[in-house]
């Protein structure tokens, strides 16, 4: 690679909380145009750490994902 900016194909959000035994809350990016992208709105049953992964589409067969956490309050 060049270091160029890779063009996502597919943007996939999962958000998981160490205090909830249900599987990740997962959402679909819709793609805008013009490099941008719009998720649906979520609402988290919990307040507390969740964490936030998005899997990135490069191309047929690479994606990369994007990890890290959020706190939620009330």
Do not use: N
Request: no cysteine; charged share 25%; hydrophobic share 40%.
């Amino acid at each position: 690679m060049d270091g160029a900016p890779l063009a996502a194909h597919e943007i996939e959000s999962l958000l998981s909380s160490d205090h909830d035994e249900r599987e990740p809350i997962r959402a679909s990016a819709e793609r805008l145009g013009d490099g941008k992208w719009s998720a649906p709105v979520l609402f988290l049953p919990l307040v507390g750490e969740w964490g936030v992964s998005l899997r990135v589409r490069v191309s047929d067969f690479g994606q990369t994902t994007l990890s890290g956490s959020a706190l939620i309050d009330q």
